[in-house]
């Protein structure tokens, strides 16, 4: 895929997303990896409303090429990327439920959601929690790097998700997987609930490894 549809495409992902409420003002952002960098949305952007030829392009350094301003977050997929260089996209977000569940106080930071669909572990599996840091921060490089060399999707404490996939398209997914599942976990947390067995999960694995 050539530059230019990687562009229009990341156009049309930020579209969808924002207009079925995963992302809503100027958060959230959107990078897909090119040979010599990525190209990611720019600052205080919506993902509502991008324009194809503003997306930026930054090179593995976070040095700026072309277009807008990155997105000040920019060294957090470069992070991803770095740890799981196999990944071709990775989408953050704000998204309301994953958030909600960022913030409590409760849950495991080695796996914050438990198995509660065969999808959420086809298509997510492991969601370590990352301890909080002001954003923009910069030392929330160092923390992702030591979670995402074993984990494609992480969780920003108090902040939002971040996905990784093998294209825009499947990180997307699971993205929205991730954000469900959230809702989901939300809604049960006073009912007594039917999470999957290791064995199913383990199950999952083996049958749907890529």
């Known amino acids: 895929m050539s530059e230019r549809e990687l562009r229009e495409q990341i156009v049309a992902q930020g579209k969808s997303l924002f207009a079925r409420r995963y992302t809503s003002g100027s958060s959230g952002n959107i990078s897909v990896k090119l040979p010599d960098g ?7 952007s919506s993902l509502g409303s991008l324009d194809a ?19 000040k977050e920019a060294f957090l997929h470069l992070s991803m990327y770095r740890q799981r ?23 495991d930071p080695q796996d914050v ?16 929690l990352v301890e909080y840091f002001p954003p923009g921060d910069q030392l929330l490089a160092g923390a992702v790097e030591r979670l995402a060399a074993n984990a494609s999707s992480l969780l920003l404490a108090n902040h939002g998700p971040v996905v990784a ?9 699971a993205m929205e997987e991730l954000e469900e599942t959230a809702r ?21 694995r083996e049958r749907f490894a890529n």
């Open 38 to 44: 990525i190209l990611i949305t720019p600052t205080n």
């Open 53 to 71: 030829d503003a997306i930026s392009k930054v090179d593995w350094s976070g040095n700026h090429l072309a277009g807008d301003t990155p997105s």
């Open 85 to 107: 260089p196999q990944e071709k996209s990775v989408v953050h977000l704000h998204s309301t439920w994953s958030v909600a569940v960022s913030c409590l106080a409760d849950v």
């Open 113 to 128: 959601l438990p198995p509660i669909t065969a999808y959420y572990v086809m298509r997510v599996g492991r969601l370590p």
């Open 165 to 173: 996939g093998k294209s825009l398209t499947a990180a997307v997914n």
């Open 184 to 204: 989901l976990y939300m809604i049960l947390r006073q009912s007594k609930t039917r999470f999957l067995s290791s064995e199913q999960c383990q199950q999952l």
